[in-house]
């Protein structure tokens, strides 16, 4: 079982900066494929940004250049760094493990808010 539990959200103004962060418990996070998602008021969750456990990267195409996954095993911590940040942006931004030898090991976070407004 792992605990996954997000912090940093809050509101920035548009073209601002923050980095939201996702600490795991419970598990080692080198195991496991990391990903953020996010889901705006009345819209399906959608994934972000992407990093496995082997540390290849996968953005989606409206945050390329302007969100970086990152991860640091040794603090079983992952990051969303969010640049030039959009109202569009405005989102609960969810953290994710997925074993990728286990398909049922797949862990949520409870969310983080974002809101980009001026």
């Known amino acids: 079982q792992v605990q996954l539990v997000e912090s940093g959200g809050g509101m920035v103004q548009p073209g601002g900066s923050l980095r939201i962060s996702c600490a795991a418990s419970g598990s080692r996070l080198s195991l496991y494929d990391m990903g953020w998602y996010r889901q705006a008021p009345g819209k399906q969750r959608t994934l972000v940004a992407r990093?496995?456990?082997?540390?290849?990267?996968n953005n989606v195409d409206s945050v390329k250049d302007r969100f970086f996954i990152s991860r640091d095993n040794a603090k079983n911590t992952v990051y969303l760094q969010m640049n030039s940040l959009r109202p569009e942006d405005t989102a609960v931004y969810y953290c994710?493990?997925?074993?990728?030898?286990?398909?049922?090991?797949?862990?949520w976070g409870q969310g983080t808010q974002v809101t980009v407004s001026s």
């Open positions: 994710n493990a997925q074993r990728p030898d286990v398909s049922w090991y797949n862990y």
């Open positions: 990093i496995t456990s082997g540390g290849r990267i």
